[in-house]
C-alpha cells in the first residue's frame, strides 16, 4: 500500500475546507491544543492559572470532539434535505454556540460526572452521524452502505496514520543519530499529536459520500467484511455464547448469584453479535444466505436468558450497595438490549436503522435531567448513606467511609448538604480555591465531612489516607563527622563495594530493609513498624504538623539507625516516609522511604 500524493492530499483538503469548514476548526482547535498543552512546562510552574490553562486546553480538545461530531451530524442532515444556504449556517452557529456553553459549562478535569457526560454525548453524537443523512423512512440500503464506506474510511485513514506517523518517527531517530540533534519525546508526541487530530479526521472527512441517493441504489459488498464477519466475529461470538450458557447451567445448579464479570461477557457477546448481523445485512435476501435469518433469530433467542442473567448481576451489586454510574450504564444497556431483542423477534419490518437511533436517545436520556446518570446515581447513593449513617451495626460502620467518598468524588462536598447545617457549598469553594493538588484538595474535602458527620477514626477502616512524615533535620542533613554518604531507595535492591566491604540492601516481602555489611553483619530496620507507629501517633495528635496536607514532623533521632564493621560505622538516616494507610492491617499500608547510608571511619 502507497500513501496518498501531496497533490491528493491537497485537492482533499480543499473539498474538506469548502464542505466542512466548521468541522475543519474545530479539527485545527484541537490539533493546536493538544500540541500546544504536550509542549507547555507543567511541572516548571504551579500557580493557579497555570493549572486553569491546562483545564482549558483539555477542555478545548473535548469539546473540539464534540462539536466535530456534532456539526458533521447536521451538515449530513443539512446536506441531505437540501437546506439552504441561510438555513445550513444557522444550524450551525446554534450547533458552535451551544458547544460553547458545553466548555464553560463543563469541568471534566476535576469532575467525574462531566468525565462521564462528555463521554456519553461523544458517544450519541458519533452514533448520530451513523444515521442523520437517513433518517426518513425506508432506505435501510443506503443507510448500511453509507456506514459501510465511513467504516472502511476510517480503517485507511487510521492505516495511513499509523505509516505516516511511523515514517516520520523513523526520520526523526534518523536525524538524531546521525547529525546528534536532541530531539525529545515532546517532538514525536507533538508529531502524533498533528496526525492523530489533523490529519487523520480530514483525511476521512474527505470521503464522506456526497450522493446519498445513489447509496441507496448501490449492491457492492466487501468480500473481506464478509470474510471478516463469517469467521472472526461470528466464532468469537459463538465462543462468548458457549461460555456463558455453561456459566449458566452452573449458576442454575449451585443455586447461587453470578459473579460482576459476567455483564462484561454479556455485554461483549451482545456486541459482537448485533455487529456481525449488520454487517452482514444485505446479504441476507441472496440466494444461499437463508442461514443469515436462522442466526439472526437464533441470536436474538440466545440473547433472552442472556438478559435476565446480566440483570441478577447487575442487581447482585444494585441491591446491597445502590446505583452507582456504572451500574446504571449497565441496567440501561440491559433495558436496551431487552428492547431490541423483542423488537427483532416479533417485529415483520426489522429496520435496523432502529439500534443506533434508539441507542443514542438513549445515551443523550443520561446525560442531563432527574433521569440521567449522575442524578439517579447521586439520588441511590445519599439514599444508601441515609440509611446507614447513625447505624451502629459494624458493616455499617466499615461502610460508611467508602459512600461519603464516593458521594465527594463523583458529586462533590456540596452533594451531603441534607445532612448538615452547615454552607457546604461554601466550604467547598474554599478548599477549591487553594493552590494544590486535586488529590490533596479532595481528601481536604473527605477530612471536612467525616468530621461535620463525626465518622471518626475507627469508622475509617476501608478508605485511604496519605501521610507524610519528615524527619526534623530533612531539609538540612548533619553530614559532620562523616566522610561517605549513599542514597538508598526503599523500593529498590541495590549491592555495592565499599572498601572491600560488600553492601547489598535488600527489601523484604513485608516492605522491611535488610542492609547486609559484608557476610555476617547486617542492619535490619523495621520500616513498616515505623511507618505505623508514626501514623498512630499522628492520629494521636503527638506529633508537629506542617502546612502541607497531613504533614508530620518526626524527632531525627527516631529515624536513625547505626552498625559498625571493620573500623567503620554505618548509619542509616531516615528523612522522609510518604505513603497511604488503608484500613487497621499493616499488609493494606503502601509507602515510599527517602534516606541515606552514612559511613564513617573510626
Known sequence: MKLPSIQHLYQGLLTVVKRFPVQFVFIMIATVCWTYYINIDRYGVGSLQHKYLLNNLTKAILISNLGLTLTLALDLLAEKKAYKHGKKWLIRILAVLGCLVLFFLLNPVDNFTDQLRIALMAFAFHLFVAFSPFMDKGQINGFWQFNKVLFLRFLTAALYSIVLYGGLAIALVAV?????????????????????????????????????????????????????????????????????LFYEIKIMVSWSLPKGLVSSLIIGYAVFGILSLLLIYPMKDQEGNSWIKLFSRFFYSMLIPLIILLLLAVWKRVEPYGITESRYILILIALWLTCITAYFLFSKRQNIKIIPISLAILTML?????????????????????????????????????????????????????????????????????????????????????????????????????????????????????????????????????????IKIDRTDNKDLIINLGDTAKLAINLTKIFEESVQLAKAKKLKSTKNYNEFLMPANKLIFSKTVKNYQFTYVIGQIRGYKTGSSSQNSWFNIEAHLLIKKL
Not at 385 to 412: A, F, Q, T
Open 366 to 502: 443520561a446525560v442531563y435531567g432527574p433521569q440521567s446518570a449522575s442524578a439517579i446515581s447521586k439520588y441511590s447513593q445519599i439514599a444508601r448513606l441515609k440509611k446507614i449513617l447513625y447505624s451502629k451495626k459494624v458493616e455499617d460502620l466499615n461502610e460508611k467511609p467508602s459512600v461519603v467518598r464516593y458521594i465527594i468524588s463523583k458529586h462533590g462536598l456540596n452533594a451531603l448538604q441534607p445532612f448538615t447545617p452547615k454552607n457546604l457549598s461554601n466550604i467547598e469553594n474554599v478548599i477549591d480555591s487553594r493552590d494544590d493538588y486535586q488529590y490533596v484538595k479532595d481528601e481536604i474535602k473527605v477530612d471536612s465531612a467525616f468530621s461535620i458527620l463525626k465518622i471518626s477514626d475507627k469508622d475509617i477502616s476501608s478508605s485511604s489516607i496519605e501521610y507524610t512524615f519528615v524527619s526534623t533535620d530533612n531539609q538540612f542533613l548533619t553530614i559532620s563527622g562523616f566522610d561517605y554518604l549513599l542514597d538508598i531507595n526503599s523500593y529498590e535492591n541495590t549491592e555495592k563495594v565499599f572498601n572491600g566491604i560488600k
Open 176 to 244: 538524531d543519530g546521525l547529525f546528534n540533534v536532541a530531539i525529545d519525546w515532546k517532538t514525536y508526541m507533538s508529531v502524533f499529536a498533528i496526525i492523530a487530530a489533523g490529519f487523520s479526521p480530514v483525511f476521512f472527512l474527505a470521503g464522506i459520500p456526497t450522493n446519498f441517493e445513489q447509496l441507496e441504489a448501490e449492491s457492492s459488498y466487501p468480500k473481506g467484511l464478509k470474510i471478516f464477519t463469517q469467521f472472526v466475529l461470528i466464532p468469537l461470538m459463538t465462543i462468548y455464547l458457549a461460555i456463558l
